[in-house]
């Protein structure tokens, strides 16, 4: 099996979006970045042309997976023969849950899926700002952001196990692993002194993708979340970029924040619980 070359992967997403009018998820900050396991993806060539990828992604201590198969190629059992590899007894067993990802126009992502054992477990959105103008109004005055440091794994892993459910160790081996660079793409919610919060932001090409924003729980509610979005907002379209997010549909409070700063669909996610 040939090493996976990214500029072979960018064209065969292309050519699979193009061809099923659908938005692959692949985690490009996550790919490109130096310190993560991109050892774990599979890649499928023959004849020196990429077939088929298939991508292994670990957050919070969960592994999601997600791939694609050239369309001359489908039907011939290349992507199971994939996803029988990446997922033997060893690495079953390393990881809290298993998820299946396919964008939720996918015919064929749905087809394979009928026949894996898997079961729904829920969808997220990819919404991209369109507003014209900042329609956040007057914000809080003692909101403001800072680049996480090493000192602050800690912090950062407790908020994404109490806001997103993730293993409390995993995220903090995680965090731990990152460069002061890397780390510093999370940035610090601070009110008045105190660190309430996280956002990060993901820079790749002219798009900046917002993850993993939660603030703690006793601080939830009282406008830092429109605070923090705002400012991200106007920032960010001042380096003249374009902004995106993902979120869960089944997070009301966010989506309600998201489209009243402006932000429209543009797409959906479906994960699906691998069940050994």
């Known amino acids: 099996?040939?090493?996976?070359?990214?500029?072979?992967?960018?064209?065969?997403?292309?050519?699979?979006?193009?061809?099923?009018?659908?938005?692959?998820?692949?985690?490009?900050?996550?790919?490109?970045?130096?310190?993560?396991?991109?050892s774990l993806h599979l890649a499928e060539y023959r004849d020196g042309r990429l077939i088929a990828f298939l991508g292994k992604y670990i957050?919070?201590?969960?592994?999601?997976?997600?791939?694609?198969?050239?369309?001359?190629?489908?039907?011939?059992?290349?992507?199971?023969?994939?996803?029988?590899?990446?997922?033997?007894k060893q690495e079953i067993a390393r990881y809290r849950m298993i998820l299946l990802n396919t964008p939720a126009a996918s015919t064929t992502g749905k087809a394979f899926l009928g026949t894996v054992n898997c079961r729904y477990s829920f969808s997220e959105y990819q919404m991209q700002y369109v507003a014209a103008e900042n329609r956040l109004g007057t914000a809080r005055q003692d909101v403001s952001l800072r680049p996480a440091v090493s000192e602050d794994t800690a912090f950062l892993s407790r908020l994404d196990a109490d806001g997103f459910q993730c293993d409390y160790q995993e995220t903090l081996q995680e965090y731990t692993r990152l460069s002061p660079a890397e780390l510093a793409e999370n940035e610090v919610v601070v009110v008045n002194g105190t660190d309430v919060g996280k956002i990060r932001l993901s820079?790749?090409?002219?798009?900046?993708?917002?993850?993993?924003?939660?603030?703690?729980?006793?601080?939830?509610?009282g406008g830092i979340g429109s605070a923090v979005l705002k400012q991200v907002i106007d920032?960010?379209?001042?380096?003249?970029?374009?902004i995106w997010l993902d979120v869960a549909i089944?997070?009301?409070?966010?989506?309600?924040?998201?489209?009243?700063?402006?932000?429209?669909?543009?797409?959906?996610q479906d994960y699906y619980t691998y069940e050994v």
């Open 59 to 88: 957050i919070g201590g969960n592994l999601e997976i997600c791939g694609m198969v050239h369309p001359d190629f489908r039907r011939q059992g290349v992507f199971a023969k994939l996803l029988k590899e990446g997922l033997n």
């Open 250 to 268: 089944e997070n009301p409070a966010a989506m309600k924040l998201y489209t009243t700063a402006g932000f429209e669909t543009r797409s959906a």
């Open 1 to 38: 099996m040939n090493p996976l070359n990214f500029d072979d992967l960018k064209e065969l997403q292309t050519c699979c979006e193009q061809q099923d009018h659908i938005y692959l998820k692949l985690n490009w900050d996550m790919l490109l970045n130096p310190e993560e396991e991109n």
């Open 235 to 242: 920032r960010e379209q001042a380096a003249g970029r374009s």
């Open 203 to 221: 820079r790749i090409e002219d798009r900046s993708w917002i993850y993993g924003f939660v603030t703690r729980s006793d601080h939830r509610g």
